[in-house]
């Protein structure tokens, strides 16, 4: 991919993130050195974030155009990847819409994906110093990462981050199925079986400061190592 980037689509799965989306979007609008819209995917959330997405593009967000798409449907694979379907820029950016990723780096993501010619680049969580993830979480993905490495001979340290940019055209070459989760998984299976380059940089990880996950750990945790063990054989 050339350096000449003449859009990126940030797209945001929201649900009820009222509280996290207006920062989100300001930060965006400020930071992000290239041309940009921003996608934001939202559950028919209750908590006034429709409102606020709604009312962006004439009072809070300058430089971007934000549209918002409603799948009322529940799933953050869905979300994600109805929102990537929708995105016209070379370069998408999937993040949170719940103030826990360091939305600012999508800068470093962009210019690490490009310098080394990847169709991926991930903000791995685990080098910060601060240490905001949970227990339990932590040692999921641990133990996630290290069955996805070993069986897809690859050498993340964070198969759960949320935080991506992924090129464009290495989306419209994989088909996804999952739903919810499993999918940032799923999408890492089927990039490792094309054989594309993916690399990760060190970011910063936040405790969400409004609002509730709406991840069930256990259940994710199963999905995943399910959806690890099927790529397999697929
Ligand atoms: N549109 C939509 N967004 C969702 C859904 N589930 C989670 N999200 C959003 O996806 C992001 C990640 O979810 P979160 O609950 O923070 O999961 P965690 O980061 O694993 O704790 C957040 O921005 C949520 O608001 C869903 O069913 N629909
Ligand atoms: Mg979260």
């Known amino acids: 991919m050339t350096s000449k980037i003449e859009m990126v689509s940030i797209v945001i799965p929201t649900l009820n993130e009222a509280g996290n989306i207006r920062n989100i979007l300001e930060t965006i609008d400020r930071e992000l050195a290239y041309p940009k819209e921003i996608i934001i995917v939202?559950?028919?959330?209750?908590?006034?974030?429709?409102?606020?997405?709604?009312?962006?593009?004439?009072?809070?967000?300058?430089?971007?155009?934000?549209?918002?798409i409603v799948e009322p449907r529940r799933g953050y694979g869905l979300a994600l990847r109805k929102g990537m379907k929708a995105a016209k820029g070379e370069i998408v950016i999937m993040v949170d819409g719940?103030?826990?990723y360091e939305v600012k780096h999508a800068n470093r993501l962009i210019h690490r994906m490009l310098e080394t010619d990847a169709e991926m680049c991930l903000a791995t969580r685990m080098y910060d110093p601060n240490k905001a993830m949970g227990l339990f979480n932590f040692v999921g993905n641990k133990i996630i990462t290290f069955c996805f490495n070993m069986l897809y001979k690859q050498n993340f340290s964070d198969t759960q981050s949320g935080f991506r940019a992924i090129s464009h055209s290495a989306l419209e070459k994989v088909n996804f199925k999952e739903t919810d989760m499993a999918f940032a998984t799923e999408m890492l299976i089927k990039f490792s079986r094309r054989g594309f380059?993916?690399?990760?940089?060190?970011?910063?990880?936040?405790?969400?400061?409004?609002?509730?996950?709406?991840?069930k750990p256990l259940n994710s945790g199963i999905e995943i190592l399910t959806t690890i063990l099927k790529g397999i054989r697929a």
Do not use: Q
């Open 42 to 68: 939202d559950g028919n959330s209750t908590d006034g974030t429709l409102e606020i997405v709604k009312d962006a593009n004439s009072n809070l967000v300058k430089d971007a155009d934000v549209r918002l």
């Open 98 to 100: 719940d103030g826990t």
């Open 197 to 215: 380059k993916m690399v990760e940089i060190p970011s910063n990880y936040k405790v969400r400061k409004y609002g509730k996950t709406k991840l």
